[in-house]
């Protein structure tokens, strides 16, 4: 790795500036020079374009044989002793002010290049700083959102916690409360048994005396008071039993909410208390460009308090429903209760009924043959309008019958046969309901007439009837389960 003030470096960020005036030292152009020159010797013609005016002087010599000679080799001498000097002096193109220039440049381009590498060795001590300090405050700022994180969980977390102990408090008693129904609901059985057995030992008895009477209508009542009351019962059973799942499906999201919120609270406590001298600190490219996350913080909060809302809905609900079996179970008991009263009022009037009625048998004998008759005087009229009637669907039928013979076309369905149609149809519903009023009569012929043979034998029939309502029934009716086993208490 290359250092910021290496020479490379410096260079690189600010590269030397080219002088406007470049003048290379002048005894490396004077030894590059004479390295350049021919080491033999040069006729006088190659110094005629520096120097022209030599060659016109020396032009303008007359030339005579004698002297000729001598002072060719004069001028030879002359001339080419000196000639490397001469030479020197003719390619030297620069003055001293040029020389004294370019040293000025080299030592302002030496503190030029010095002053910067001085200002980035400043600039960049300064930088390490800031960019030291930056990183510094971005890890605090990393460092305090994990503990305000942190916090927010183990509120949530405390908050979760107060929540499952209140739903699990409140499943117990729920619990409770279901145990209590099922109880009160098998105690009721015994009640619903009796009242059955009542009816069915009833049933026995005969002739006339079998009628639905008060005490057959407060059993019937009872039966379906008892049967209404374990609906009930069932029915909030099972909302109990719903209840109950919904309470354990709450604290069952609570439960998985609060191992998430302990596991992210171990993690983020660990992330928290890291430090640059920590164990375990690596690095993990291209960890920041994984985006794992599923929420931000509004639908964290969001998820976790709906799951306490849902909490709390199904605990308020709970409570609610708990309060509704305690009602329950009293309401029941007291209907109960008062039902089996009414039964036995009912039953004790119907003994007193049964006694009296011994004496007034022949009144019903007469009011029964008197029936009788009438009811045969109907049954007649009936069948009379029943034949009557029949002639009419005879008529329609046949009109009908002829009209499906028309040809083609003419088979018209006009008014003239939806008339008929609804006149058969009109017709036939009459008789049958002529016929179903004479089975009817019939059928009330037939119980009079079993009546008035009841009637003869009444005297048997009561003294049965006496000993089932009051040996039988309310033998069986001196007790009842009290109201705290009808509670569920016991």
Same mark, same amino acid.
């Given at each position: ?7 490379? #470096? ?6 030397k ?6 003048? %290379? ?5 004077t ?5 350049r ?12 374009p520096?120097?022209?005016? #030599? ?9 005579t =044989?004698g ?24 390619? #030297? ?16 381009e ?7 590498? *001085? ?8 930088l ?7 990183i ?8 305090? +959102?994990?503990?305000? @994180?942190?916090n ?28 209590k ?9 015994? %009640? ?12 026995k ?25 374990q ?5 909030h ?9 919904? +309470? ?27 430090? +640059? ?35 709390q809905?199904?605990r ?11 009602? =329950? ?5 007291? *209907? ?9 009022l009912?039953?004790?009037?119907r003994?007193?009924? #049964? ?6 048998i ?44 028309? %040809? ?11 008339? =008929? ?9 009459t ?10 009569? *019939? ?7 079993h ?14 009837t ?9 033998g069986? @009716?001196?007790?009842? %389960? ?9």
């Amino acid at each position: 790795m290359e250092f910021l003030g290496s020479t490379l #470096t410096a260079t690189y960020a600010h590269p030397k500036p080219t002088p406007t005036n470049f003048l %290379p030292a002048i005894g490396t152009v004077t030894s590059s020079y004479k390295d350049r020159f021919p080491h033999y010797n040069v006729t006088h013609s190659l110094s005629l374009p520096w120097r022209p005016s #030599t060659y016109y002087k020396v032009a303008a010599n007359s030339p005579t =044989l004698g002297p000729y000679c001598t002072r060719a080799q004069k001028v030879s001498e002359s001339t080419m002793l000196p000639f490397v000097s001469n030479r020197t002096t003719l390619f #030297t193109r620069y003055t001293p002010d040029d020389w004294y220039r370019s040293n000025l440049t080299n030592y302002q381009e030496s503190n030029t290049s010095r002053h910067n590498s *001085e200002s980035l060795r400043v600039d960049t001590s300064r930088l390490i700083q800031d960019k030291y300090q930056q990183i510094r405050k971005t890890q605090a700022d990393s460092t305090q +959102n994990l503990g305000e @994180r942190v916090n927010d969980i183990g509120f949530w977390k405390s908050e979760i916690i107060h929540e499952l102990d209140s739903m699990i408090g409140e499943t117990n008693e729920l619990t409770d409360s279901k145990k209590k129904l099922e109880r009160a609901l098998m105690e009721t059985e015994a %009640p619903l048994q009796v009242a059955r057995e009542c009816l069915f030992h009833r049933e026995k008895r005969m002739g006339i005396d079998l009628v639905h009477d008060e005490v057959e209508a407060e059993l019937l009542t009872e039966v379906d008071n008892i049967l209404c009351c374990q609906e009930r019962m069932k029915l909030h059973l099972d909302k109990a039993v719903a209840q109950l799942a919904a +309470n354990r499906a709450a604290q069952h999201e609570l439960e998985k909410d609060l191992h998430d919120k302990q596991v992210a609270h171990r993690i983020d406590d660990k992330c928290h208390h890291l430090r +640059n001298t920590s164990d375990g600190v690596s690095y993990f490219r291209g960890v920041e460009r994984v985006d794992a996350t599923v929420s931000v913080p509004e639908s964290w909060a969001k998820f976790t308090d709906d799951n306490l809302l849902r909490s709390q809905s199904e605990r308020a609900a709970s409570a609610k429903l708990r309060d509704d079996i305690q009602n =329950l179970l009293v309401v029941t008991a007291n *209907e109960m209760w008062n039902q089996f009263n009414k039964v036995n009022l009912a039953l004790t009037n119907r003994i007193a009924e #049964t006694a009296d009625a011994k004496s007034k048998i022949q009144v019903h004998l007469a009011k029964t043959l008197q029936e009788i008759f009438l009811t045969e005087m109907t049954i007649a009229s009936i069948r009379k309008a029943i034949k009557d009637k029949s002639a009419f669907l005879k008529v329609a039928q046949t009109r009908l019958d002829e009209r499906t013979r028309r %040809p083609n076309i003419e088979l018209c369905r006009d008014m003239a046969q939806l008339r =008929l149609v609804n006149e058969v149809y009109e017709v036939d519903d009459t008789i049958q309901t002529l016929q179903r009023r004479l089975r009817e009569a *019939e059928e009330t012929l037939q119980s009079l007439v079993h009546t008035k043979a009841t009637l003869e034998h009444d005297l048997a029939v009561k003294a049965n009837t006496l000993y089932i309502d009051q040996e039988k029934c309310m033998g069986m @009716r001196k007790s009842f %389960p009290n109201t705290l086993r009808l509670v569920g208490y016991c």
